[in-house]
T-cell receptor, first 110, second 115 residues
């Protein structure tokens, strides 16, 4: 099955810095999703995007649905220690199939 | 509260043994999914079901079996044919209707280990 190309694979940042990660696919999606997973837990939905060009915020998190419908990015502003975890992108194609990125591991240094 | 419940949280399997992982949802979602997650890797789809009494193989179905007798429940059996079952297993659900864009929601996972 298709795996989304998610980058970067890992990030080490200082507390207070902004973070940016992105996902690209080879096919068109009609939904983009961003999840956060803490160790030993299931992924939790952060932001859902449903329209090309859509820009949605959830607190310090902002995500955008790319105009081409083949990419999305997630920004985290003013990072804090509890932002640590693995962030996954996911997309839903026109056939209603879900695909997941390989994750971005975020470490925040106090 | 509505949600997805996976049990047990931790499970140990002996060689040659079948084990069953439970997944129950009270979100009234049509579709349910099972994923396998290995350390440092993304999610790989094992099986999914879009309606009761119907399910489809995902990318890594060999050595696994499922049933969908009720809308709320989608148990996964890891059979003795699965030679490398140690992993973190995640169950998810979503609404499935043509034109619906509803996202997947996940349970808290079951960690399976070999004794």
């Amino acid at each position: 099955g298709q795996q989304l190309n998610q980058s970067p694979q890992s990030m080490f940042i200082q507390e207070g810095e902004d973070v940016s990660m992105n996902c690209t696919s080879s096919s068109i999606f009609n939904t983009w999703l961003w999840y956060k997973q803490d160790p030993g837990e299931g992924p939790v939905l952060l932001i859902a995007l449903y329209k090309a060009g859509e820009l949605t915020s959830n607190g310090r998190l902002t995500a955008q649905f790319g105009i081409t419908r083949k990419d999305s990015f997630l920004n985290i502003s003013a990072s804090i220690p509890s932002d640590v975890g693995i962030y996954f992108c996911a997309g839903r194609d026109t056939g209603n199939q879900f695909y997941f990125g390989t994750g971005t591991s975020l470490t925040v240094i106090p | 509260d509505g949600g997805i419940t996976q049990s047990p949280k931790y499970l140990f399997r002996k060689e040659g043994q079948n084990v069953t992982l439970s997944c129950e949802q009270n979100l009234n979602h049509d579709a349910m999914y099972w994923y396998r997650q290995d350390p440092g890797q993304g999610l790989r789809l094992i099986y999914y079901s879009q309606i009761v009494n119907d399910f489809q193989k995902g990318d890594i179905a060999e050595g696994y079996s499922v049933s969908r007798e009720k809308k709320e429940s989608f148990p996964l059996t890891v059979t003795s044919a699965q030679k490398n079952p140690t992993a973190f297993y995640l169950c998810a659900s979503s609404n499935y209707r043509t034109g619906s864009n509803q996202p997947q929601h996940f349970g808290d996972g079951t960690r399976l280990s070999i004794l």
